[in-house]
């Protein structure tokens, strides 16, 4: 599991018990876990009275404006509010997931009868840029052999 400030692994897991039975975990590195337990940073005197953060919100990461989840929240419950989550904690999600599979895209297998359609879509995508560019340079045999190919793959 990661650190909620850095990308270095978490090796505190801190829980924190909130007012009305709630509880809340914080998973930090050891540098963040420093600085979490020496309190919130002092804020200079402004001469007016201002509650310090609670700490909840300083490490409660972004939240999304859609249904409110923190990002804290969905890593402590594992799922998400809504179907806007993915881009409001794009930014954390990716990280995390490159962790979790080692990339952030997809390279494994596909089925056997997707690369052949993925294929010809490709092969016919290419074609029409061909075709395009033999009609601009008026190479009409060619085009021919092109536009003849292209009909092929599409009444397969």
Do not use: W
């Not at 969905?74 to 806007?84: E, L, S, T």
């Amino acid at each position: 599991m990661k650190c909620l400030r850095c990308p270095k692994q978490a090796t505190y897991h801190i829980t924190e018990v909130l007012p009305e039975d709630r509880f809340e975990e914080v998973h930090l590195c050891e540098d963040c876990a420093k600085r979490y337990l020496e309190g919130p940073p002092k804020k200079p005197a402004s001469g007016l009275d201002d509650a310090a953060e609670p700490a909840e919100e300083v490490f409660a990461g972004p939240t999304c404006e859609a249904c409110g989840l923190s990002y804290l929240e969905f890593r402590n419950h594992g799922r998400f509010g809504c179907a806007h989550d993915y881009e409001a904690f794009k930014g954390e999600l990716l990280p995390l997931l490159e962790s979790i599979h080692g990339d952030v895209r997809h390279v494994g297998k596909a089925p056997r009868r997707l690369p052949r359609s993925q294929g010809e879509q490709v092969e016919l995508a290419a074609l029409r840029r061909r075709l395009q560019q033999l009609v601009t340079e008026e190479n009409y045999e060619e085009a021919a052999r092109v536009r003849d190919r292209i009909k092929e793959l599409e009444n397969d």
